[in-house]
């Protein structure tokens, strides 16, 4: 639904969100066809205009480099590489590689999910490439990413994943959250993000507390609801 999404990317520009990201994980990145992706892409850059930088969601697959060429040629700011459940820290160093050398202009992000963690091999094979500007982190393991942020705190954007989080993650050094109330209330996220950012934990906490906590604990509560609960409040 074409129309739906222009007006959520509308909702999500308006209310202040700071970076729009094409065809992440609640759009289901690995149900969509090429065409599919290519033209939700195209209307996401399109519905923007501008006001705000757009990263493409990208899979890790033999597709990766022609997607990455083709979402900067559609206007993107930069590609977010989505691994899939089976890929390997190999597979995601060569593909980044790859997508540096083939497509020079393309900013990249790495989602770090599943079977790829962030590990000290991943993240010194990834700093080594200058077009890798950051990390997103997808796996809730708290050891693990104060350990990457701790090696390479000034080398990428550290980007957090998941809203339940966001104080501990912010307190060890997450620079950005991708949080799934964006999706339906932009105004949510800011009004948890803003006292976070200046500092005031105790106002962010209080805000979180109002919804995102009951939304994880949901989403967790049985296998494979985690995307239906987001776009049923969609």
Known sequence: DLDALAVGVEVQVTAGVDVICACGSIAQLESLSH???SRCTTLVVSSVAGRAPVVATVACDGRS?????EAM????????????ATTTVDEVATVVRKISVDVPEARI???AREGVSLEASLLERLA?????I???????????????????AERFIWVAAFEEL???????????????SIAYAPAYTRAWWTPLHRGDAATARAVLAVHA???ADLRRSRPNIGVSAVKELM
């Open 35 to 37: 065409s599919e992706w």
């Open 65 to 69: 480099v022609a997607h990455s060429e």
């Open 73 to 84: 040629a559609l206007g993107a700011t930069a590609i977010l590489l989505h691994p899939r």
């Open 109 to 111: 992000l790495v989602y």
């Open 128 to 132: 080594d490439v200058p077009s890798v």
């Open 134 to 152: 950051g990390v997103k982190d997808g796996q809730r393991n708290a050891d693990r990413f104060r350990r990457a942020i701790a090696a390479h």
């Open 166 to 180: 966001a104080l501990p993650w912010w307190a060890m050094g997450a620079d950005a959250f991708c949080p799934v």
């Open 213 to 215: 906590y009951d939304l």
